[in-house]
């Protein structure tokens, strides 16, 4: 061993030894300052103190202190507004009960493999990094239980997952401004077994669970012993609701078919068959001409379209209301979305639908300082304006514009707790449809830009459509990282295949 190498490691050792040593002592004397001040913020040291009030949560801002906004949600609506505010003016505290945002038009392509499912979710940290810095800005991983107007408090219980996990514990957090953009959740209509043997397809885990359980069973009824009936139902994917978000997986799916499974499943390749059933007309909000050129696309790529009413859900069938049995390997159900159990529980004015109840300043009018944005929430009938159909666009421009209505009353010294009811707030929130998108599979899409169904616009289908469509969401990503994931996915999907991999 040559002499400066045998002086270069003894010097390292010594180095490492008089920093560990060194390190040894400073932990033993006193906790390092940051972690003592964060954790004595949450906790208490007292030995008096019961247990269950440990989590106390945060309480009541001071008038020297940034005001606190609190958002429940991290969807379309809540992130948008996150992202808008100005947090020279308030500290932002987020409850959720997932740390991201599902870029939600893009999701059904994760689901065979066109894209990898983190090229759809944008972390909240990414999108206002003020909750991973700033001192008085968090992010808690909770659904909201319930709320108290009066005081200014949120009542919260942490998400906590797995046997060997923490039991989920309550804690309140005061606010300035409340914005509750907490979505909405799937409809089922109460038809028996959907939420026992469907799949939804609104989050990023509803994905994976439908591609391990289409890749399943592509595999078991390719093995030895499986019979023609059990094949054929296990490789029977059967979609429910005829709006985009079922059109487009439909789209996805016959694409994924016809492009590798009949490459690389050649022994089941006959038996593999989609069926989606309507109770109406498919992309009821689309053109006539754009329906009947997606009816026909649809029918071409092998998706067979059905009429009819879903009456029973079985573990492995479908009945329908006129009482013909569907089999099924895989069942997506995507019909629409309604207001979750939290939103009906809240002892807040409603729209019509069941949504919280909202004037044409985005206020919940019975409770100061509280807002509601998003799929949650609808116009008042009193307002004299239609509720708002559940779409992103209409959640992203009602974020953009409370952020800016926040960040007026913030610059008028409004931004703490009841210091904003006699402000003037503005002009109202006014929506214009900019129009609906939807793919088909196959380099095929469809592009309506008319603001509403009876209004003239143009629209337009085929290949132009695809790449529009294509080019829009590629665009619509929040960040530049995701858009970089998504054009090379696309890129090595078209080169390469889809990846059939089951993890």
């Known amino acids: 061993m040559p002499p400066w190498f045998r002086n270069f490691l003894h010097l390292s050792t010594s180095a490492i030894s008089k920093h560990s040593s060194s390190l040894h002592r400073q932990t033993t004397i006193s906790p390092p300052l940051s972690l003592s001040y964060s954790f004595s913020r949450f906790i208490s040291t007292q030995p008096s103190v019961p247990e269950a009030s440990r989590y106390s949560g945060l309480?009541?801002?001071?008038?020297?202190?940034?005001?606190?906004?609190?958002?429940?949600?991290?969807?379309?609506?809540?992130?948008?507004?996150?992202?808008?505010?100005?947090?020279?003016l308030y500290d932002i505290v987020c409850v959720s009960p997932r740390n991201h945002m599902v870029f939600t038009p893009l999701l059904a392509s994760t689901c065979v493999?066109?894209?990898?499912?983190?090229?759809?979710?944008?972390?909240?940290?990414?999108?206002?990094?003020?909750?991973?810095?700033?001192?008085?800005?968090?992010?808690?991983?909770?659904?909201?239980?319930?709320?108290?107007?009066?005081?200014?408090?949120?009542?919260?219980?942490?998400?906590?997952?797995?046997?060997?996990?923490?039991?989920?514990?309550?804690?309140?957090?005061?606010?300035?401004?409340?914005?509750?953009?907490?979505?909405?959740?799937?409809?089922?209509?109460?038809?028996?077994?959907?939420?026992?043997?469907?799949i939804f397809l609104r989050e990023v885990y509803h994905a994976q669970e439908i591609r391990r359980k289409l890749l399943l069973n592509l595999m078991l009824s390719d093995v030895p012993g499986v019979t023609e009936e059990e094949k054929s139902r296990l490789l029977h994917c059967v979609v429910v609701g005829g709006g985009p978000t079922g059109v487009e997986f439909s789209g996805e799916l016959s694409d994924f078919i016809?492009?590798?499974?009949?490459?690389?499943?050649?022994?089941?390749?006959?038996?593999?068959?989609?069926?989606?059933?309507e109770a109406n007309e498919i992309l009821s909000s689309f053109d006539d001409r754009l329906r009947?050129?997606?009816t026909k696309q649809l029918v071409k790529s092998g998706v067979r379209l059905v009429r009819?009413?879903?009456?029973?859900?079985?573990?492995?069938?479908?009945?329908?209301?006129?009482?013909?049995?569907?089999p099924y390997g895989l069942l997506v159900w995507s019909t629409g979305v309604g207001p979750s159990p939290f939103i009906k529980n809240l002892e807040l004015p409603k729209a019509p639908g069941g949504r919280i109840g909202i004037d044409e300043w985005l206020r919940v009018p019975s409770a100061q300082d509280v807002f509601s944005i998003g799929d949650c929430s609808g116009f008042l009938e009193s307002t004299g304006k239609t509720v708002l159909p559940a779409l992103a666009q209409v959640a992203e421009r009602q974020g953009k514009y409370l952020a800016n209505q926040l960040n007026r009353m913030g610059k008028a010294s409004g931004g703490h707790a009841n210091a904003a009811k006699?402000?003037?707030?503005?002009?109202?929130?006014v929506y214009k449809h900019l129009g609906s998108m939807a793919t088909l599979g196959r380099f095929k899409a469809l592009v309506d830009l008319r603001q509403s169904k009876e209004a003239k616009g143009v629209s337009m289908a085929g290949f132009v459509s695809w790449f529009i469509w294509r080019s829009a969401y590629l665009t619509r990503v929040l960040s530049w990282r995701n858009r970089f994931y998504v054009a090379i996915n696309w890129a090595t999907t078209f080169v390469f295949g889809r990846d059939i991999s089951r993890i």
């Open 292 to 294: 009947k050129y997606a």
């Open 308 to 326: 009819g009413v879903v009456k029973d859900v079985q573990p492995q069938k479908i009945v329908l209301s006129d009482g013909t049995d569907v």
């Open 258 to 277: 016809i492009k590798d499974v009949h490459q690389r499943y050649a022994h089941v390749k006959d038996y593999i068959n989609v069926t989606l059933i």
């Open 59 to 88: 309480g009541p801002t001071k008038p020297d202190e940034k005001p606190r906004v609190v958002v429940v949600g991290s969807g379309w609506a809540g992130c948008r507004l996150m992202k808008g505010i100005d947090t020279k």
């Open 422 to 429: 006699d402000m003037d707030l503005g002009e109202p929130f």
């Open 113 to 198: 493999g066109t894209l990898e499912f983190r090229s759809v979710a944008e972390p909240i940290g990414r999108i206002q990094p003020a909750i991973s810095r700033e001192p008085g800005s968090y992010f808690f991983l909770a659904n909201c239980t319930g709320l108290d107007t009066d005081n200014h408090v949120v009542h919260c219980q942490t998400v906590t997952e797995g046997a060997d996990s923490l039991d989920p514990w309550n804690f309140k957090l005061s606010y300035d401004k409340l914005v509750i953009a907490s979505g909405s959740e799937p409809l089922t209509f109460g038809i028996k077994g959907v939420q026992e043997h469907a």
